[in-house]
Each structure stands twice: as structure tokens, then as C-alpha cells.
């Protein structure tokens, strides 16, 4: 079952919870009680077999190679 963070509107407390994919986007509860937390965009990095973290082109920049579903560079 995957994690999600949220943020509580009420005393701003970012905390995780536990939840099906189905219940991801579900107001929750806070540690401390308040009702309505919202659910955060999660950040992730990607690593590749050498280690090295895949990063997105900067969204200013030019694709130097086109096709595929990251600009050609899925092998």
C-alpha cells in the first residue's frame, strides 16, 4: 500500500498516511486531530543501473534528440 503526505490546513502539519490508490486524493485526519488535511504532490528522484539521478530538461531548453517517452533516452 503506498504513502502519501499531506499538509493540514488547520496547524499546517505535514504528516504521512498509509492508503489504497483508490482513497489517495481522500481528505485525512492529522496527528492532531483536525479534519481536511490535503494531500501533497510527492517528489521522487530515479536512479539509473551507474547511480547517476535522472533529471528532467530544464523546461527553457531544446530537446537534443526527439522520439520516445523521455526524448529518446528510454533504452
Request: one cysteine or more.
Given at each position: ?6 499538509r ?25 486531530g ?42
Amino acid at each position: 500500500m503506498p504513502t502519501y503526505e499531506f499538509r493540514c490546513a488547520t496547524c499546517e502539519t505535514v504528516f504521512e498516511d498509509r492508503r489504497s490508490m483508490a482513497a489517495a486524493d481522500d481528505p485525512a485526519t492529522c496527528p492532531d486531530g483536525h479534519v481536511g488535511a490535503k494531500r501533497l504532490l510527492s517528489v521522487f528522484a530515479a536512479t539509473s543501473g551507474g547511480g547517476d539521478t535522472l533529471r528532467a530538461a530544464p523546461s527553457n531548453s531544446t530537446p537534443s534528440h526527439s522520439g520516445g517517452c523521455c526524448g529518446g533516452g528510454c533504452h
